[in-house]
């Protein structure tokens, strides 16, 4: 009873630590949401590409998004100047001076996503405030007169249209490709003395001018403030996500999005990286997910099951899924120490030849990453193959400088867990997270320089150590999560998580609260690099 103790308390703990490198996290804990629901309607049909991650956004998300940042915008008209004006018509000489829109308002915006991002806004409604003055141009300047006048236009509307591209370094760009102001019902009150034949010779005089002067400072000012406050917005999108000081998170966009059936869809790279290269690991894609079916909802969100293997296999290559586990982190009251005295009834020979030594674990997986498999029906899992090499040292003070020699070693083959996918999502960032459920492996005994060790007999013993003790460890930080790229002050609600073959989708609506920053014209970095 006291072997079998021994053994399956050694091999939990082993696993325990391998949890705890085995996994490609940023702090950040969550609640998961297990998939549910389904609702689907038509396909997007792009060009086939492979991506890591990939958004649709539909007319109604951007719409939100519109509606959220619009009004702000156009309130930053009010109070314009628009620079003077001054002419001549029929030998009459007239100036507009102190030009100030006093008001912009407007009732509705529409969003069209058929060919690029374009809104129109109806039920324009322009206030404009001025002082005007005139003159005979010959001697003796008769008539002459000046005073004030307010100009209105109502039944008006602007239209607005941004193009999208992509830099080199994957950058996404909005640019403002055309913009329009049309004022309708133009309208010129006069105030000052004027003699009444004269009223509609001036109107008349100024009127074509001064429309189009406001039309075309309105409509400039609104180009400026879109293209400033589209790249406030962009600038907080986290292109390179950094995990650690070796790894970031690829989201950069290899091409610019496509337009069509009412939605904009993005494909992103989704790859874990090592900063050193910045170049995305050759592995397989789950699925095209640019081509798959979409939901009615503001927005879906793709992701291959490259985008959790990425990580898993830089953190590999960078032999970052391996490790030493010494006495010293094993927890207090654990029944085997690493030291070869506790080992004295389960492995005699190890005893006799290294007595009362101290002890390592060399834990990792071999030869390849562990990697997941989404699939559909709860059927997703975690795959790897694991090794436990175990060492001593004859120095009386061990560290990891000390010369340590190899004992025996351990497989752990065909090691598989079911994982449950989920999304979290808070005011600050959105998450992807795992849970990890019963695993399931084979032991074999690699090599050993003290004497055999069966542990054909053990296996079950050693699958209840790992659900018990390892795999609590391996699904905290599943539940802490992969971030999900998007802009600040954006965030998913009533979110559906479903799971396909090689890729999971994620339905949801939106919320935008634009921060104030984004109305600056000082570009504010917020998110990676």
């Not at 337009?259 to 050193?276: H, Q, R, V």
């Not at 490259?306 to 982190?329: E, M, V």
């Not at 090794?387 to 598989?416: K, M, R």
């Not at 005011?427 to 795992?434: E, K, N, Q, V």
Request: charged share 15%; net charge neutral.
């Amino acid at each position: 009873i006291y072997k079998m103790v021994c053994k399956t308390a050694v091999l939990g703990f082993f696993f325990c630590c391998v949890a705890q490198c085995a996994v490609v996290v940023t702090p950040r804990p969550g609640n998961w949401i297990p998939s549910k629901g389904n609702s689907e309607e038509g396909i997007f049909a792009s060009d086939a590409g492979q991506f890591g991650f990939a958004a649709a956004f539909k007319q109604a998300g951007l719409q939100r998004i519109i509606d959220s940042v619009l009004p702000s915008l156009v309130k930053k008209i009010t109070g314009m100047s628009i620079p003077g004006i001054s002419g001549e018509k029929d030998s009459i000489k007239y100036s507009l001076s102190n030009i100030k829109v006093e008001s912009l308002t407007y009732t509705s915006v529409t969003v069209d996503l058929s060919k690029d991002i374009a809104f129109q806004a109806t039920g324009v409604s322009v206030h404009v405030n001025l002082d005007w003055s005139y003159k005979e141009k010959i001697w003796p300047h008769v008539p002459y007169g000046s005073g004030s006048a307010d100009a209105s236009a109502d039944g008006s509307n602007f239209k607005i249209a941004l193009g999208t591209s992509v830099t080199s370094d994957g950058h996404l760009q909005l640019a403002v490709d055309t913009c329009s102001v049309d004022l309708g019902n133009f309208k010129i009150k006069i105030h000052g003395s004027i003699l009444s034949w004269l009223y509609d010779i001036l109107i008349d005089l100024f009127k074509g001018t001064l429309k189009s002067a406001i039309q075309k400072a309105v409509q400039s000012e609104l180009q400026s403030l879109i293209s400033n406050t589209v790249n406030q917005i962009l600038n907080s999108y986290s292109y390179r996500y950094k995990i650690d000081s070796q790894t970031e998170v690829d989201f950069t966009f290899p091409a610019a999005p496509k337009f069509g059936s009412s939605m904009m869809l993005a494909g992103i790279t989704g790859a874990f990286e090592s900063i050193k290269d910045n170049t995305p690991p050759a592995l397989p894609h789950g699925a095209d997910i640019t081509n798959q079916p979409v939901t009615t909802r503001a927005v879906d969100l793709f992701v291959d099951q490259y985008l959790p293997n990425s990580g898993f296999y830089t953190y590999f290559k960078t032999n970052r899924l391996q490790g030493y586990i010494y006495d010293a982190q094993v927890p207090a009251g654990f029944p085997i120490r690493l030291n070869t005295s506790s080992w004295k009834l389960l492995l005699p020979e190890l005893y006799q030849k290294y007595p009362n030594q101290a002890m390592r674990i060399h834990f990792g997986f071999q030869s390849t990453a562990p990697n997941v498999a989404f699939a559909a029906n709860n059927a997703s899992k975690f795959e790897g193959t694991g090794y436990a090499g175990f060492q001593v040292t004859t120095d009386p003070t061990p560290s990891a400088n000390s010369t340590w020699i190899p004992v025996f070693d351990l497989g752990v083959e065909g090691l598989v867990g079911k994982i449950e996918v989920g999304f979290t999502t808070t005011s600050t960032d959105t998450r992807l997270t795992g849970d990890i459920g019963k695993a399931t492996f084979t032991l074999s005994l690699v090599n050993t320089t003290v004497g055999p060790i069966d542990v054909a007999d053990l296996n079950s013993l050693i699958e209840l150590a790992v659900n018990t003790i390892a795999l609590p460890q391996i699904n905290k930080y599943l539940h802490e999560g992969v971030p999900i790229p998007s802009i600040k002050g954006l965030t998913f609600t009533s979110p559906v998580l479903d799971i396909y073959a090689g890729y999971l989708r994620v339905a949801a609506d939106i919320n935008y609260v634009p921060p104030a920053y984004i109305f600056s014209p000082v570009l504010h970095v917020q998110g990676g690099y």
